[in-house]
């Protein structure tokens, strides 16, 4: 991986953080994405500490707005004249309901429509650095999400434990038709859960909050669950895998639920009116 660019965004905690530090390991140039100065600055500090090598630029960008999303692709754009890799780590599990200024619920913008945004907005530097390649960090509990585009979008549907599971089925749905559309551009796209791991994911206040912390010690640290995204955006053998759905480094079908093709084509020109693109 030697010199070439990897965008990862949420790159300063968790899984994300866990990414950028074993793709800096195989001396891939990493484009860490935080939407805090201090804590990315703070977590390219520690890595570069453990890795003097690392090659590790930092990109403050917030991606729960449309108008920010768009700004973080402009600037990716304007400071990388060759992407490879883009990896859809940011994510929130929304445990109150937020409405951000475009009128959308924070997991809608921040699990669906800014990796929607980002895949079309950088699409063709993508091509045009081919191989490449964009993983999406899914999550498991898509299967359990429910999608009513009158509501999901906007919050009016919006419950801590569900929108969750129904904002990373958006983004499942979207991929047969992302895959579709970089069919034999050279840019494959593939989506993975990366199982469960300890991290500040729907962090909350109050008893609950403990309880929740507590059950975490059990699981295993986010470093565990980085190696197969980034297998997947890296491993030769897979240079052609495209369209596919992982469950770690297993590909498997998607669920009833995300093979909606009716709802994931309403689901996709909605997302594009919403994020001011072109069809
Ligand atoms: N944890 C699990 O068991 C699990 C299981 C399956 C899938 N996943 C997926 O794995 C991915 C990483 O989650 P994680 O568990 O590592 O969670 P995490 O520790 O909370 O990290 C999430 C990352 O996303 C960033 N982020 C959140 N909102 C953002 C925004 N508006 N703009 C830009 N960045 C934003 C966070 O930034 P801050 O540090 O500033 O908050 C952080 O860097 C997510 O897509 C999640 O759905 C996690």
């Not at 509501?151 to 038709?177: E, I, Q, R």
């Not at 008893?207 to 997947?232: D, H, Y």
Request: one cysteine or more; hydrophobic letters at 45%.
């Amino acid at each position: 991986m030697t010199d070439r660019v990897c965008v990862v965004t949420g790159g300063n905690a968790g899984l994300g953080r866990a990414i950028v530090r074993a793709l800096a390991q195989q001396e891939a140039h990493v484009v860490m994405v935080s939407r805090d100065k201090v804590r990315g600055e703070t977590a390219v500090q520690e890595l570069c500490q453990t890795n003097p090598k690392a090659h590790i630029d930092l990109v403050v960008a917030d991606l729960s707005t449309v108008a920010t999303t768009r700004q973080l692709a402009q600037k990716l754009l304007d400071c990388y004249p060759r992407i490879h890799v883009l990896i859809n780590n940011a994510g929130v599990w929304p445990t109150r309901k937020e409405i951000n200024a475009d009128g959308l619920e924070q997991g809608f913008m921040v699990n669906h429509l800014a990796p929607f945004m980002l895949n079309q907005l950088l699409q063709d530097r993508l091509k045009a650095s081919a191989p490449a390649r964009i993983v999406n960090i899914s999550a498991g509990l898509y299967v359990n999400g429910r999608v009513d585009l009158s509501k999901t979008p906007y919050g009016h549907d919006f419950h801590p434990m569900h929108t969750y599971a129904s904002t990373k089925l958006c983004n499942v749905l979207c991929l047969p038709l992302e895959a579709a559309r970089l069919a034999g551009s050279g840019v494959t796209i593939n989506a993975i859960h990366p199982g469960v791991f300890n991290s500040q994911l729907g962090a909350m206040r109050g008893p609950l909050g403990w309880l929740m912390k507590l059950v975490k010690r059990s699981w295993p640290p986010p470093e565990q669950s980085a190696a197969a995204p980034v297998w997947l955006a890296t491993a030769p053998e897979l240079a052609a895998t495209h369209g596919q759905y992982f469950n770690e480094k297993e590909a498997i079908p998607l669920a009833e639920v995300a093979q909606n093709a009716e709802l994931a084509q309403q689901l996709w020109q909605l997302s594009t009116t919403l994020s001011q693109l072109t069809s």
